[in-house]
């Protein structure tokens, strides 16, 4: 099996940054890809970025590009998402996911049925 763990999360004001990180554990096999989404109260649960694992390619919705940076440590198994200009409309439950085997497409990523793995979350409360 396949453990992640997030960590990171907490209450910050609007503007502020947060770092949040996960580390995959126990029989990890292979990774092709890992992932951000998140799900706010009452919404479904929503892509927020990804990173492949070989070459480092990034995507990111577009309601958080230009704020949120995605990166990998491959040695740590453990991928990171640096929050900045963090916003009201920010706050929700964080998950990390990972996938093992390969795609191609933007689709591969950015769907949540496209991962094999999932953290448990972290909560991230942005106040105004």
């Known amino acids: 099996q396949v453990q992640l763990v997030e960590s990171g999360g907490g209450l910050v004001q609007a503007g502020g940054s947060l770092r949040l990180s996960c580390t995959a554990s126990?029989?990890?096999?292979?990774?092709?890809?890992m992932g951000w989404f998140r799900r706010a109260p009452g919404k479904e649960r929503e892509f927020v970025a990804a990173?492949?694992?070989?070459?480092?390619?990034?995507g990111y919705a577009d309601s958080v590009k230009g704020r949120f940076t995605i990166s990998r440590d491959n040695a740590k198994n453990t991928v990171y998402l640096q929050m900045s200009s963090l916003k009201p409309e920010d706050t929700a439950v964080y998950y990390c996911?990972?996938?093992?085997?390969?795609?191609?497409?933007?689709?591969?990523?950015?769907?949540?049925?496209?991962?094999?793995?999932w953290g448990q979350g972290t909560q991230v409360t942005v106040s105004s």
């Open positions: 996911a990972l996938r093992k085997d390969y795609c191609s497409g933007y689709g591969c990523f950015s769907h949540s049925r496209e991962y094999d793995y």
């Open positions: 126990g029989r990890v096999s292979s990774i092709y890809a």
């Open positions: 990173i492949a694992w070989s070459g480092g390619s990034t």
